[in-house]
């Protein structure tokens, strides 16, 4: 696996899991009345303040979620603290509604996979495989409480279709945590949707699915005010705009090229960046895509197939290029600075498989593969302008070597579109999550361990202390 090429994403028949079973007072005096009855006011008045899940009133801190999400060997969805305790089965085998979980019995022809936090950790968006068999399967993405389990579909295919093997489709919340952006496989080809993120009332019309762009290969990034989304499609770099009257969208030209995936937002919105050819090669570049006449910035140069991320306060962008023969790995890691004043090259010559900003913080998260030895392990580096750059240990987080799930692979190959969806990051920066078997590379152990892929918690700090917390094949943290 670690050697093949990794394709561009494309419509798939359904290869059906087998084997897989689902587990299965007195009344208050007057006085006291009138106070409850202003209490309760009171209380209303705050909630209708907060009418917008992702935003907090008065700018207050939201709450800390700090939940791990995972996909059970069932095929079922479970949430966890980071050290594994106060599980949550979320499905249980059933199919979430918007009056609950249905009391029915268990079967095994429910499948979820690909969970993602809502902005506000109050959803989670899951795929679903439902049916017997491939003839009739039905697939569709749910949007639940992420505490209850409670909700239904926000998105249904038209057919029995994959984007690839596992992956029923990409799916990536709105910042607002209004909409969901979903690629998926139509008769008609890889499309982009936009639906309402929440889930349509069982006895109610099913949601609009606003077609953005059909054609693949086929990536997207909202754009931080919710307002418009950036699309690479074929070799079309484009912005995307909804108008929310007529439910139309617009689009606006930003350039051609197919030596990247996944155009990147600034965390300001106002800059948008991308790679294509200009001056003596390969550039990534800088746009403004509210002013039309500003030229974009020729950042850097970049040597093939490259992939960029901003850094969480829009001063660094994290570059991989020189992408290897036949793998998703790159050569090259490079941190430059927005503004283009400096450079810093953490890799020149090494395996460098995909990479994640901290998302409060100047600290990348990046996974080195080892070709030779078939694993995989966390580093983590310091920021551009950090004091301890040239501290960074060029070893495994601790100690921790991996083979990845089949997910988490997808996940890690296609990183620069996953880092908006899928992030292995706990939220305060403390520690990493990722799914697969470890592996042991010592003369007295050697191969790896048994029993399946499991969910395992590495932290980032001193001494990166390991946690072995479910058997799962898919994970992802809360985002707060």
């Known amino acids: 696996m670690l050697n093949a090429t990794v394709a561009h994403v494309r419509a798939r028949r359904i290869p059906?899991?087998?084997?897989?079973?689902?587990?299965?007072?007195?009344?208050?005096?007057?006085?006291?009345?009138?106070?409850?009855?202003?209490?309760?006011?009171?209380?209303?008045?705050?909630?209708?303040?907060?009418?917008?899940?992702?935003?907090?009133?008065?700018?207050?801190s939201p709450m800390s979620v700090n939940r791990i999400a995972y996909i059970d060997p069932d095929g079922q969805l479970v949430t966890s603290n980071p050290d594994g305790s106060a599980r949550n089965l979320l499905t249980a085998g059933a199919v979430a509604r918007s009056g609950g979980i249905l009391a029915q019995p268990q079967r095994s022809d429910l499948?979820?996979?690909?969970?993602?936090?809502?902005?506000?950790?109050?959803?989670?968006?899951?795929?679903?495989?439902?049916?017997?068999?491939?003839?009739?399967?039905?697939?569709?993405?749910?949007?639940?409480?992420?505490?209850?389990?409670v909700g239904g579909a926000a998105f249904v295919n038209e057919a029995p279709l994959t984007i690839a093997d596992g992956t029923p489709h990409y799916a990536q919340w709105s910042p607002d945590g209004r909409k969901l952006g979903v690629t998926a496989a139509t008769p008609e080809g890889l499309t982009l949707f936009v639906v309402d993120a929440m889930p349509t009332p069982e006895s109610a019309t099913q949601n609009a699915q606003l077609v953005v762009l059909r054609g693949g290969p086929l990536y997207f990034d909202w754009s931080p005010d919710?307002?418009?989304?950036?699309?690479?499609?074929?070799?079309?770099?484009?912005?995307?705009?909804?108008?929310?009257?007529?439910q139309q969208f617009s689009t606006q030209p930003l350039a051609r090229s197919r030596s990247f995936r996944?155009?990147?937002?600034?965390?300001?919105?106002?800059?948008?960046?991308?790679?294509?050819?200009?001056?003596?090669?390969?550039?990534?570049?800088?746009?403004?895509?509210?002013q039309l006449d500003a030229a974009p910035l020729r950042l850097a140069e970049v040597e093939g197939a490259s992939a960029f991320l901003w850094s969480s306060d829009g001063a660094v962008i994290a570059v991989a290029d020189r992408q290897i023969a036949g793998s998703p790995a790159y050569r090259r890691l490079r941190l430059l600075a927005a503004d283009g004043s400096t450079e810093r090259v953490v890799k020149e010559d090494d395996w460098v498989l995909g990479f994640f900003w901290e998302p409060n913080g100047d600290r990348l998260a990046w996974v080195a593969l080892n070709p030779e030895e078939r694993t995989?392990?966390?580093?983590?580096?310091?920021?551009?302008?950090?004091?301890?750059?040239?501290?960074?240990?060029?070893?495994?987080?601790?100690g921790f070597r991996f083979s990845p799930s089949g997910e988490t692979f997808l996940m890690l190959a296609f990183f620069d579109q996953y880092a908006r969806s899928h992030s292995p990051w706990a939220p305060d920066g403390s520690a990493l999550v990722v799914a697969g078997t470890q592996q042991y590379l010592s003369e007295r152990r050697n191969?790896?361990?048994?029993?399946?892929?499991?969910?395992?918690?590495?932290e980032t700090g001193e001494g990166g202390e390991l946690r072995d917390i479910a058997n799962g094949s898919m994970a992802v943290w809360s985002t707060r």
Do not use: F, K
């Not at 919710?226 to 007529?246: F, K």
């Not at 948008?272 to 895509?289: N, R």
């Not at 966390?378 to 601790?398: C, K, N, T």
């Open 262 to 290: 996944t155009p990147a937002w600034s965390p300001d919105g106002t800059r948008l960046a991308w790679s294509a050819p200009g001056g003596d090669g390969e550039a990534l570049w800088l746009g403004q895509p509210d």
């Open 447 to 458: 191969g790896s361990s048994g029993g399946g892929s499991r969910v395992y918690v590495v």
């Open 226 to 246: 919710s307002a418009a989304l950036a699309v690479h499609s074929n070799e079309d770099v484009l912005l995307v705009r909804l108008d929310q009257e007529t």
């Open 111 to 149: 499948i979820y996979s690909w969970p993602l936090w809502s902005p506000d950790a109050s959803r989670i968006a899951v795929s679903l495989l439902r049916g017997d068999s491939p003839a009739d399967a039905h697939v569709s993405l749910h949007s639940l409480e992420s505490s209850t389990g």
């Open 376 to 398: 995989m392990e966390w580093r983590v580096i310091p920021g551009l302008d950090s004091a301890s750059a040239g501290d960074a240990e060029d070893s495994a987080l601790g």
């Open 16 to 60: 059906w899991p087998t084997g897989r079973t689902a587990p299965w007072v007195p009344a208050p005096t007057r006085r006291r009345l009138t106070i409850l009855v202003v209490v309760i006011a009171a209380l209303l008045a705050t909630v209708a303040c907060s009418s917008n899940p992702s935003r907090t009133a008065n700018n207050e």
